[in-house]
């Protein structure tokens, strides 16, 4: 049994201990807003918040979040994830939104260490996130928009 | 977009369902049950039945039969119906249709339809409401029914100022007579309809509690991976299964037959207690295939032998004047020949299905899918179920783009869910989905044109060589297809004599449609050479084209609008060029003027113009949104690597080597939206896309002097 703390919760979870961390939140919790898209840490869908820092839980073995603080989209509650969630609501930035769970963690850790974020770090934070409806001007503003919000 | 799949056509419903014309239901919950009562009109006909049902509380439920793929439906098409019943969209439920068969014809994603075929008939299953609720208002008053309006989810008495709310006039209005022509709002009274609408689904999508297919879970589920033949065309000999079972938490090892474009072909799934252990058991089968002859087909050859099959005369496609003649004699002419590749859709879903077989005879699916209509359809015929005994539970799509117009992902599983006895999910990996396709097919295309010595286009002509989508191996070569010579003869320029082709190559890797199926390659080759002969006859490309569209149409309002948002006129800094092209097809029209300047030896967009002409537009946020999507989505196509093939497989398997634009990549587009009315409404989700890619390569060509005649190209590496 590997335990888990997600969104300040404990969970106890029957996983062998290279199961991608993906796998245990999605299968074994039940908390389904964290998305399968590749496996290999490409397109983002994934993406949770491991003691404040984004990753990618499709190719982050769960053994190794044991003992963490874990936060999924379904946790994100504070003042910067409220922020971000009200942007993208304001600016309509989901079309399909399958990849927008892990887009919103990613924006969310960004604002998070820069509250004031240019053009380039909104590239660099933000490349590894794939959208393939091409929502990513949207991203863009929405996280601008976010910016504001957190003032 | 055209699909392959077998769709019950609309006589067809008509006869077995008996139903005439608009039919109308009011649902009513009475104790604790809805009771649902049909009625049924004579009416003009109609491609859907959607359904409004209001209940005594008040609360009332739109039916959406558009499946929602990222395009926006699960706001666009209740909105159609919640405006002329006169209540806001936060008022209602919206509920998603599965192809049963009340709701008729066209549940269905595909072919930028929803809106473009559904504005009339949404409108007047609304407005055949609210005339029923306000008849029953009338009645319940004693009043005549032109002292009577409704709004805001109440029918009003004038005179009075009295009011009753729609749920307490449900029971009555249910069983007055469904009108047969109701009358439609005037445009100029729409609340919600042509205004910048939220969608509902929007929240959902942004703290995880939007339900795809990949998230649904029933009691007693257990999850599936398939193996299939890496190759194409090879099929199964035999496999061993020993190590997969010995995997903790496998519990079975089946076969399941995948069916798609035309070819059958066996897998074998491993079925587990969870994902990560039928991985696992996936990784420990031994399967031995018999590759059928296809271990050496690779992208190069094919693509070579395609170049070949150029030379072949063609069947005739479309054909005006003289254009051999013309040809021969003109003493300005030119030749080009264009090149596409295969690209694959890439949802960031992957497919997935859940499906459960139970009481010997039923089933029942929870899945994204853009057809279920055809899956409600093809699993009876297939498995020999009575229809009624099937359920298809449609989810948010996480992604459609076409891929999910075949439902192949979606009969393994039923296969498998039977033979093992228990609910099964079974999930694609991305390496499956990379490398089994299907894929949108490559086209090539030959182009001819002439002008006069003072540069006046008057023969031109269009060859396409390509596979057919759904592969077909018999194809009949006199026959020009259809599908795969979309909209080159459909554009409005004023071109005397014209000649079009087609030559057909058979592909047995399976090609399906993508977003703007075969304009998303034939627009480029149009396009681009349009550009071409524009250079030959020394005008400008804008001036060129619209020197060809004398009579009014909307390709030249089109035109017209670029030209003014994009400043066309005006000089660009130095290192920099625009160009210009549109495209007409099935789904509707729209253009683009793309900016670019040099960049080291690539070139950088700067700034990207779109005009789509819509005639009516619902919600023009969404259809900004999609635009937008529609060019990254055709950037992609023009400078990444594309799907190819070598030793019988494809070469691509995930994100890493199929690569998509990312958001350093995007472009800025100004989307404009021509809405200017007219009887031909045009469709939203795939026009954007097809004349992306030849107005960037003809910036290029401005900004370089390099003809870009071969997609994809590397966008840092022109000069």
Redesign the interface.
């Known amino acids: 049994m590997i335990k888990l703390t997600i969104n300040n919760k404990s969970y106890e979870v029957d ?2 201990p290279d ?2 961390l993906l ?1 245990a939140i ?3 919790v ?11 840490a ?2 983002g ?1 994934c993406t949770v918040h491991v003691d404040g820092t984004p990753v990618r839980s499709c190719s982050f073995p769960v053994a190794a979040a044991a003992g963490k603080k874990i936060t ?3 946790g ?1 509650s504070e003042k910067v994830g409220e922020a971000v ?1 009200k942007a ?2 304001e600016l ?10 892990g887009q ?1 963690m990613s924006a969310t850790a960004l604002l998070k260490s820069k509250p004031h974020p240019t053009d380039a770090d ?2 660099a934070a ?2 590894g ?12 503003s929405a996280i601008h928009r976010a910016s504001e919000l957190i003032k | 977009m055209n699909t392959s799949l077998p769709n019950l056509d609309r006589r067809n419903f008509l006869r077995i369902s008996g139903i005439t014309g608009v039919g109308l239901v009011f649902g009513l919950s009475a104790n604790g049950e809805t009771a649902v009562e049909e009625l049924a009109a004579a009416g003009e006909t109609f491609e859907i039945t959607p359904f409004v049902i209001i209940e005594k509380t008040g609360q009332i439920t739109i039916f959406n039969t558009r499946p ?5 439906t699960f706001q666009s098409v209740p909105a159609m119906i919640a405006e002329e019943l006169e209540v806001s969209l936060e008022q209602v439920t919206i509920k998603q249709t599965g192809g049963e068969k009340k709701f008729g014809g066209g549940q269905s994603a595909g072919g930028s339809a929803s809106i473009r075929t559904g504005y009339q008939n949404m409108r007047k299953v609304g407005a055949s409401a609210r005339e029923m609720l306000i008849k029953a208002a009338s009645q319940q008053w004693n009043v005549p029914v032109t002292e009577c309006y409704a709004e805001n989810a109440k029918v009003f008495h004038k005179p009075t100022g009295k009011s009753m709310g729609y749920g307490e006039l449900a029971e009555t209005a249910a069983k007055v007579e469904v009108p047969k022509s109701p009358t439609l709002k005037d445009p100029k009274d729409f609340k919600i309809l042509g205004k910048k609408s ?2 509902p ?12 297919g ?2 649904i ?1 029933v009691p007693g589920m257990v ?1 599936a991976s398939i193996e299939r033949c890496p190759k194409f065309g090879g099929q199964l000999v035999s496999f061993d299964a020993t190590a997969a079972k010995k995997v ?1 938490g496998v519990i079975a090892v089946e076969t399941c037959e995948r069916n798609i474009s035309g070819q059958k072909n066996e897998g074998v799934a491993v079925i587990a207690e ?3 252990a039928a991985l696992q058991g996936r990784k420990a089968l031994v399967v031995k295939w018999d590759y059928q002859g296809n271990e050496n087909f690779n992208s190069k050859a094919y693509e070579q032998s395609l170049r070949d099959a150029a030379k072949e005369p063609g069947a005739v496609q479309h054909t005006q004047g003289d254009f051999d003649k013309t040809f021969a004699e003109a003493s300005v002419k030119l030749e080009a020949f264009y090149e596409t590749p295969v690209v694959s859709h ?5 497919m997935n299905c859940v499906a459960s077989w139970y009481d010997g005879n039923k089933v029942e699916i929870w899945t994204s899918t853009q057809v279920p209509g055809s899956i409600m359809n093809e699993i009876p015929r297939t498995f020999n179920v009575p229809a009624e005994n099937v359920k298809v539970n449609v989810t ?6 076409g891929r999910r117009l075949y439902p192949d992902y979606v009969m393994e599983t039923v296969q498998l869910t039977k033979k093992v006895g228990r609910p099964v999910k079974a ?1 694609w ?3 499956d989905d990379t490398k089994m396709g299907p894929f949108r097919p490559m086209t090539y295309s030959a182009m001819k044109g002439a002008l006069t010595p003072d540069g006046k286009a008057i023969a031109f002509q269009h060859k396409v060589i390509s596979p057919t989508l759904g592969g077909k191996k018999d194809y009949d070569k006199t026959k020009a297809d259809g599908t795969m010579t979309e909209g080159i003869s459909e554009q409005k320029y004023e071109i005397e004599h014209m000649k079009n082709l087609y030559v057909h190559h058979y592909l047995h890797v399976p090609v399906v449609a993508w977003r703007s199926v075969t304009s998303s390659t034939l627009a480029f080759a149009h396009e681009c050479f349009i550009d071409e002969m524009a250079v030959k006859a020394k005008k400008d490309p804008m001036a060129f084209r619209l020197g060809m569209l004398t009579k009014e149409s909307d390709t030249k309002t089109i035109l017209q609008k670029l030209k003014e948002v994009s400043h066309w006129d005006k000089p660009l800094p130095a290192g920099w060029g625009r160009g210009v092209a549109h495209y007409e097809f099935f789904a509707g029209q729209a253009g683009y003027v793309v900016e670019v300047s040099k960049k080291g030896a690539g070139i950088k967009i700067e700034k990207v113009f779109a005009v789509i002409d819509l005639g009516t537009v619902v919600n023009p ?1 969404t259809v900004e ?2 635009v ?6 055709a950037l992609t196509a023009a400078i990444k690597s594309g799907i190819t093939f070598e030793k019988g497989e494809t070469v691509q398997s ?3 080597n199929n690569q ?5 990549e ?1 472009p ?2 100004e989307v404009h939206i021509l809405a200017n009315g007219g009887p031909k409404i045009k469709g939203v989700g795939e026009p954007g896309l097809p004349p992306f890619a030849p107005a960037l390569c003809n910036a290029i060509y401005a900004a370089t002097g390099k003809r870009i005649r071969r997609l994809p190209f590397d966008i840092n590496k022109i000069v």
């Open positions: 996983a062998s199961m991608p796998w999605r299968d074994m039940g908390l389904t807003g964290t998305k399968f898209g590749c496996g290999m490409q397109c869908a999924t989209i379904e994100l969630q993208w609501i309509q930035v989901p079309q399909c939104g399958y990849c927008q769970s919103i909104i590239d933000m490349q996130n794939l959208c393939r409806c091409g929502t990513y001007q949207r991203v863009r | 929602e793929i990222g395009q926006g939220p969608r689904d929007v929240p959902l999508k942004t703290n995880g509690k939007a339900i795809f990949i998230d879970t999850y903790k969870n994902y990560w890439s949802p960031i879903e992957p948010f799509n996480g992604g459609g783009f999930i990996t991305r390496e946020d949104a999609q937008q999507g529609a060019a990254v989505m995930n994100f890493h998509l634009v990312r958001i350093n995007m800025k587009v």
